[in-house]
């Protein structure tokens, strides 16, 4: 067994003195230099945009419509439900003319003053009427799960349907001044 074990401690010796020259070996080698990381570009920040304030506009309505469409989806009666979607979709059938008014807006100089506070006048008036509205149906709707009462909610929509156009017409933006004469008038039949 002595020559067993005398062969295990020269082993264990010549292993750690191969080892310690190989560290010492690697620790004494000039390491390569690492390669050169490139400098991160200074970020210049980005110009911050002008707000279109136009589009803005627009997507409150769009939001308006789609959190009352998802609310009236959420009702159980079938005939509920159809009753505030006629609202809802009257509602959406609306919003061509809002991105009509914002396309309208853009376009405008301020040179035309006058037509563009007008624009800029409907666009404000639209998205707080389409707020209004989508506030009036949830209320219906929260109405209706604590108390389902279809008449009363028949009674809601009928309220809510004399409330369209929600808009005015584009002859506002385009027509005289409120409170001014027509440069001319139409002659009555003969």
Excluded at 2 to 21: H, K, R, S, T, Y
Excluded at 84 to 102: G, I, S
Excluded at 163 to 180: C, D, E, T, W, Y
């Amino acid at each position: 067994m002595d020559g067993f074990w005398l062969q295990v401690l020269i082993a264990l010796v010549a292993g750690g003195c191969g080892a310690g020259v190989v560290l010492v070996a690697r620790t004494r080698r000039a390491r390569p230099e690492p390669a050169a990381l490139p400098k991160p570009a200074v970020v210049q920040p980005v110009q911050a945009q002008p707000q279109d304030r136009w589009l803005h506009d627009v997507r409150r309505c769009e939001q308006a419509v789609h959190r009352a469409a998802r609310a009236v989806d959420a009702v159980s009666s079938t005939q509920a439900r159809q009753n505030l979607q006629a609202v809802v979709r009257r509602m959406d059938a609306e919003l061509p003319n809002v991105r009509a008014l914002a396309e309208l807006g853009r376009g405008l100089t301020s040179a035309d003053a006058a037509v563009l506070s007008r624009v800029r006048g409907q666009l404000e008036d639209a998205v707080v009427r389409f707020g209004m509205v989508t506030d009036h149906v949830l209320e219906a709707v929260v109405e209706l799960v604590a108390d389902p009462d279809l008449a009363r909610v028949h009674q809601q929509v009928v309220v809510l349907r004399e409330q369209f156009p929600l808009l005015r017409p584009m002859s506002a933006v385009f027509g005289p001044k409120p409170g001014s004469t027509p440069a001319r008038a139409l002659l009555p039949a003969a």
